[in-house]
């Protein structure tokens, strides 16, 4: 890693008149990481992206970028190339053109700037696609444009603002893959601000899960999925998502429809909490919460169950050898280790 | 007859009458500008006649020739439309992009000028004109011009700046191109029909202005509106010379605006930005 593009939010408030966008945001980025900002729409993801490109100015908290305070520079002057979700190219230009736009700007010497742009479009594959005019190319060849003209000039950081959203599903997990490994091969800081957990997931070395203008969780994909902090970051992470079920807990087990499930806390006394547990740790056993098959969603290699235990609704995923039937009864349960617990009123993990 | 082929005739005959309609006046102009003082005045008209350039040949080069006139239209034409496209652009990109309390306001009022009937404002203007010294003057009527055209264009390109997406400004900034460098590189190059528009709409409208050039002007400035005029008189009017300068006239609107068909390229947008659009 070259050490460039390390990044710093400290306490960033960003308020639309009465409305807080961003409550004190604060978190690093390091150098070469693929740093993912994770939020449902609304969640302050995208204002925190556009206040460290520059195009939004924060209201108070101060960014650094290697070190040196940005807060107030322009947009120009941080070296940062970015991906727009509309791509925005510029559509008067060839592709040529637009890759070149970005290098002429930087006042490059002529003949410097025609090995650069045709370089970076064979990273992207695009090279035989240079004299055709933005207007002239399908959904995934804009998009390579895009990636082409923020690569092209080696900035110091890379923003991509949700570049897969307009591309078809199948082409969206083509292009998720060759992001990962164009990233991986430039060695750039990337930060990639996305809705889809998935995407998230998949493409970040860490991330920060955004909620109503706050930072709720940061860490690794793995470590967020297998530890999430908050109710929300488990109900918004994984797919399908994390069951979450009120319960009553007294020394070190939950009671659920009547059934009694062993947790790792060990605390004394009785109080409420939130029980969650992933469709995939659902386990069909002999002995457990007695639970009645309300529907059953085939993926072909596994089974999506939607199972009715008295009252209480409780998802699981299955392997293609244990599907039941609909209608069908049978008990469930879950290893401790797999059974999160969280406050109820603070919704914290305990 | 097949209904279909009926139909085919009616819908032909329609377009013929709106057609001709559409087309009368022009051909009545140039068809009446060939004919010589008799023919003209002929009762029913003439379709068939032996044409003559009598006409264009006095209203050229004879005593009351109108070339000094015609200059005199393209100085206040081209100064009217130079000096509002050079205020227009910014101000339409500034009212589409900045947003500020009262824009609403702003655009409407910027609308409503072009709402008050000329004659409602001639006294006036002729007294101001009179008080500055610019009565009769290139400067004076260029002035009054711009209290029209200005509006109208502002009016007419801000909706052309505002298809423009916001992104596409903040990638060039991204890019490292400063606000100026943008408008230059950016966006004016895809405004560049509407501009073309604006243009043609301007420099029309100064160029065929009448009643503005009569009341506060008309010795030393003396556009070809108000020369023609002098063909019709209380005695008789000389329809053919009057053709033939409504023909003349015709002529540099015409070349302008098959110079500006090429830059009126529509959809040059389409298909850059997807989803995206105005936040």
């Known amino acids: 890693m070259t050490g460039r593009g390390q990044v710093r939010f400290d306490d960033i408030v960003k308020m639309h008149g009465e409305f807080a966008a961003l409550k004190g945001v604060t978190f690093e980025i390091q150098p070469g990481e693929f740093f993912a900002l994770l939020g449902p729409s609304g969640s302050g993801k995208s204002t925190t992206l556009r206040i460290l490109a520059g195009l939004d100015a924060p209201t108070s908290g101060r960014v650094f970028i290697d070190g040196q305070d940005i807060t107030a520079s322009d947009a120009r002057d941080r070296d940062i190339a970015m991906v727009f979700q509309s791509y925005a190219l510029y559509p008067h230009m060839t592709v040529y053109e637009n890759i070149a736009f970005p290098l002429e700007m930087a006042k490059l010497p002529k003949p410097e700037i025609g090995p650069a742009v045709r370089e970076a479009a064979r990273k992207v594959a695009i090279e035989h696609l240079l004299e055709r005019k933005p207007g002239q190319l399908s959904g995934g060849q804009q998009q390579r444009c895009a990636l082409a003209r923020a690569i092209v000039r080696k900035a110091r950081l890379f923003l991509l603002d949700e570049p897969l959203s307009n591309l078809d599903a199948k082409l969206r997990l083509e292009t998720r893959t060759e992001l990962k490994k164009l990233q991986r091969s430039l060695g750039v800081t990337a930060v990639y601000v996305t809705h889809d957990q998935e995407e998230a997931m998949t493409l970040a070395d860490r991330m920060a899960v955004f909620m109503a203008g706050e930072i709720q969780q940061v860490g690794r994909p793995a470590e967020i999925f297998a530890r999430p902090n908050s109710i929300d970051v488990a109900a918004f992470i994984g797919s399908p998502p994390m069951n979450l079920i009120p319960a009553r807990y007294s020394d070190g087990s939950v009671e659920i429809a009547g059934h009694r499930l062993a947790t790792t806390l060990r605390e004394g006394g009785e109080r409420d909490v939130v029980v969650g547990i992933r469709p995939g740790a659902v386990r069909i056993a002999a002995d457990g919460i007695p639970a009645t098959v309300e529907l059953v969603e085939d993926l072909g290699d596994t089974a999506i169950l939607d199972l009715d235990c008295s009252g209480t609704f409780i998802r699981a995923r299955v392997s293609d050898r244990e599907i039941p039937r609909e209608r069908a009864a049978l008990s469930i349960t879950a290893r401790a280790k797999d059974i999160h617990l969280f406050d109820s009123t603070t919704r914290r993990r305990l | 007859m097949t209904p279909r082929r009926i139909r085919i005739i009616v819908v032909i005959a329609i377009s013929l009458i709106f057609l001709l309609a559409w087309a009368f006046p022009i051909v009545w102009s140039v068809l ?194 108000v020369a023609m005029f002098n063909f019709v008189s209380v005695e008789q009017t000389l329809w053919a010379k009057l053709a033939a300068v409504s023909v003349l006239a015709m002529l540099p609107v015409i070349v302008l605006g098959i110079v500006a068909q090429k830059n009126i390229i529509k959809g040059l947008t389409v298909g850059a930005v997807k989803g995206g659009g105005r936040r």
């Open chain 2, 32 to 225: 009446n500008s060939l004919k010589n003082d008799r023919d003209v005045l002929a009762y029913p008209p003439k379709l068939i006649f032996a044409p003559t350039l009598e006409a264009y040949r006095d209203v050229l080069f004879g005593s009351a020739s109108i070339l000094p006139n015609l200059v005199s239209s393209f100085i206040i034409s081209i100064g009217t439309t130079v000096i509002t496209m050079l205020m227009a652009v910014p101000a339409a990109y500034a009212l589409a992009r900045l947003r500020f309390r009262g824009k609403k306001f702003a655009g409407f009022y910027v609308l409503a000028t072009q709402m008050l009937p000329p004659v409602g404002i001639i006294i006036p203007y002729f007294l101001i004109l009179r008080n500055i010294g610019w009565i009769d003057t290139y400067q004076g009527i260029i002035l009054i011009y711009l209290s029209f055209s200005l509006p109208f264009a502002i009016w007419l390109l801000v909706s052309y700046f505002e298809d423009i997406p916001f992104e596409m400004e903040e990638a060039a900034y991204l890019d490292g191109a400063s606000r100026l460098r943008t408008l230059w590189r950016i966006i004016i190059p895809q405004v560049r029909g509407g501009i073309a528009v604006t243009i043609v709409f301007v420099f029309l409208n100064a160029w065929n202005e009448f009643l503005f050039a009569v009341v506060l002007s008309g010795n030393t400035v003396r556009p070809v509106t």
